[in-house]
């Protein structure tokens, strides 16, 4: 037996080396001037430019217009992850609270057909989601960032599992003194809700932080540019020498990578329990 857990350890510490040797690399690697790590490629020991790459892209400013730095870019960046899990949390727990609480009919057909738009990605919508979005004058807007994106199928699936949980007694309960809909959501389902809120905000929160190719398509002008898009920008800015700012790159990799990981540190094990709350 304590052989056996010897081994589950030795899996599990291989598997974090894996995981986090790549981020260790990059970190080190952006300790160099862009020269050096144009000749040689990864470095596997810290160079003399110390936290110099992480304080040119915070601070100074740069791309096309020279007016951006990498502060713009993490607000934007916030604004689109925060904007994104809050609004798809908002849109699926209304959506899920109709379709279990209101006898309406055709509730589950009507359900199934908001489930079946994840057949429906983003890249399989993108240009008529650009046609629309540009059409309301939404391009190189915040709103344009976020609303086309807020609609989740799997959100509402996973608050009307947890929905479909609750005792009825308690919904007996609200009725008999004197709950209204709205009253009986506010005060008894987000409560009770907030396991779920947390896991399905972690989820949403590290895949609008990720985003890519909505924000390079719906925004031109280089303040609403995201720390995801800047990473190529710098990419195709070259300095003196023909060579890109590399440690900038390298730098800019591992500010993009934090926020997210904070946010899953801080919401582990809400999210853990929200997801096994929506089995129940």
Not at 145 to 153: F, R
Request: hydrophobic fraction near 55%; charged fraction near 15%.
């Amino acid at each position: 037996m304590k052989r056996l857990q010897i081994w589950d350890h030795v899996i599990l510490l291989s598997g974090v080396f894996f995981m986090v040797a790549p981020v260790v690399l990059a970190f080190i690697t952006s300790t160099h001037d862009a020269v050096t790590i144009y000749r040689s490629g990864l470095q596997f020991g810290f160079g003399d430019q110390g936290l110099q790459a992480y304080e040119d892209v915070l601070f100074r400013a740069g791309g096309f217009t020279k007016e951006v730095n990498g502060l713009v870019m993490l607000k934007n960046s916030l604004i689109l992850g925060l904007g994104f899990a809050i609004g798809k949390i908002v849109i699926s727990m209304l959506a899920a609270y109709a379709i279990v609480y209101f006898r309406f009919p055709m509730a589950t057909f009507c359900f199934w057909i908001i489930f079946s738009t994840l057949l429906l990605p983003l890249e399989v919508r993108i240009l008529p989601s650009y046609e629309t979005v540009q059409r309301l004058g939404m391009v190189n807007t915040y709103q344009g960032l976020i609303v086309p994106l807020i609609a989740s199928a799997t959100g509402t699936f996973f608050f009307r599992q947890f929905f479909m949980s609750v005792p009825d007694e308690l919904t007996e309960a609200a009725r008999i003194d004197g709950a209204g809909p709205w009253k009986f959501f506010i005060d008894i389902l987000v409560p009770l809700s907030k396991t779920m809120m947390a896991a399905i905000f972690i989820i949403m929160f590290v895949y609008g932080w990720n985003q890519y190719l909505w924000p390079t398509l719906i925004t031109t002008d280089e303040s609403f540019f995201t720390l995801v898009r800047g990473i190529k920008q710098i990419l195709q800015v070259w300095v003196g020498a023909q060579i890109p700012d590399y440690d900038q790159i390298m730098a800019m990799a591992i500010l993009a990578m934090l926020p997210p990981v904070i946010v899953v540190v801080i919401f582990q094990s809400w999210f853990v329990k929200g997801l096994v709350e929506s089995d129940k």
